[in-house]
Each structure stands twice: as C-alpha cells, then as structure tokens.
C-alpha cells in the first residue's frame, strides 16, 4: 500500500477528478456530485 499511495499522491485524485482538496468529505463530495447530476435530470435525448 505504501509503494502505491507514494505514486498515486502527487496524482491529487480528488482535486484531479472532484475539484476538491484533499480532505474534503465524501459527504460533501458526493453532494456535489448529486447537484451536478441532478441538476441534468429532465435532459433529453437529441436525435441527429
């Protein structure tokens, strides 16, 4: 586990991916995430 998190910190998965700094709750992560995926809800298809 150590030789893998040695590679994987300076990668800054939760700013790299969530926008967040490292620390932030995966209670206030996940709340983000279901705004930004709510907030698409009633979208709808488009045919080309």
Partial sequence: HDALWEKQRP??????V???PRGTSMR??????????GAHLNDRRITP
């Fill in 28 to 37: 206030e992560i996940m709340s983000r995430q279901a705004d930004f995926y």
């Fill in 18 to 20: 969530y926008g967040v």
């Fill in 11 to 16: 990668l800054d998965f939760p700013g790299t």
